[in-house]
């Protein structure tokens, strides 16, 4: 069981300055990381690298850096939200202020800054906080130690943020999944069971395949179980169930499935998309399905008709990286 720790905040003393109480307060929604990063020179464009994670408040955060460029000759600094357990991933941080440097080993106040950004961040958002041309300069600039060292320093303040919910329907439920790439065929991952309306379902996934996949033919497959009803819903209404798999690099290249279904008790495996994309395409970094994280991001909702009657369903959107 999942240990809870309670934390007891002390409040500030009512003598002190209304002024001086406005800036400890603000101070405490002000977080900084400093990432070492020892060799710059070692990484290939393409390569990464990822910071420790920090956490202020409920946002918790890292670094993804792209040393000698992501695609071409540029170096690049992802700020990135990582998700926090017990905290509802389709929930967002609005207008949150970040600010990300490269330190200068020559001189300390001639730090390379990206200038303050503003930007809001879903559960696994990551925005492009740092991009310079500058590959050439590394090895002989400031910015570089004598072993080829790199500091980068990132800033991020709460003070004008707030974590609000993004649009959802009230049967909504979202899900994780880690290493997705380590999946074999005929492994499935089974949610737990919940009520969309008046069905009662699970949602089941096949990362490396579906029992049934020839050999070399293995592919992403997703399905709603349905378990139960309520009343004569289940043989007066067909079942609508959506999937939606999204690509992290272009969103214009997710794929979508819709399908319409009498439930009628056939049993498992019965309702979905046996094979939405190829594991090999899934499992291949540069189709942008897979995060650095291998982590499937799920979420099941409800989808009723224009008058919120008759037809009931779901979006299952995964979201991989890598």
């Known amino acids: 069981m999942r240990q809870v720790t309670t934390r007891q905040f002390q409040r500030l003393p009512a003598s002190l300055p209304a002024d001086a109480r406005n800036r400890t307060e603000r101070a405490a929604r002000v977080s900084e990381l400093v990432f070492r990063i020892d060799n710059v020179t070692k990484y290939k464009p393409g390569e990464y690298i990822k910071s420790p994670r920090k956490m202020i408040e409920l946002f918790k955060y890292q670094l993804m850096v792209y040393p000698m460029g992501e695609a071409g000759d540029t170096f690049t600094v992802y700020l990135q939200r990582v998700p926090v357990d017990g905290v509802d991933p389709r929930f967002v941080y609005e207008n949150v202020d970040y600010e990300i440097s490269i330190m200068n080993h020559r001189d300390d106040q001639e730090a390379m800054t990206s200038g303050k950004v503003k930007g809001s961040f ?30 980068i320093k990132a ?23 880690e290493d997705i790439a380590d999946f074999k065929k005929g492994e499935d991952m089974k949610f737990r069971p919940s009520w969309i309306g008046n069905y009662r379902t699970r949602v089941v996934v096949y990362p490396g395949g579906h029992p049934d996949h020839a050999d070399g033919q293995e592919g992403l497959a997703v399905y709603v179980h349905v378990l139960e009803s309520k009343g004569t819903e289940m043989i007066a209404h067909p079942l609508k169930l959506k999937v939606t798999l999204v690509n992290h690099k272009m969103k214009v290249n997710s794929i979508s499935w819709v399908g319409t279904f009498q439930p009628d008790g056939a049993g498992d495996d ?20 897979l995060d650095s994280d291998g982590e499937l991001f799920c979420e099941e909702e409800e989808n009723v008709s224009e008058d919120r009657r008759g037809m009931t369903g779901f979006v299952f959107k995964t979201h991989i990286q890598t």
């Open 122 to 151: 879903a559960a696994d958002a990551r925005v492009r906080g740092f991009e310079k041309n500058i590959i050439d300069q590394v090895p002989r600039s400031a910015y570089v130690d004598g072993d080829g060292g790199m500091v």
């Open 270 to 289: 019965s309702w979905g998309p046996n094979r939405l994309l190829s594991v090999a395409d899934l499992k291949d970094d540069s189709k942008g399905w």
């Open 155 to 177: 800033r991020v303040d709460l003070n004008n943020s707030r974590l609000s919910p993004a649009e959802f329907f009230p049967d909504e439920e979202g899900f994780w999944i």
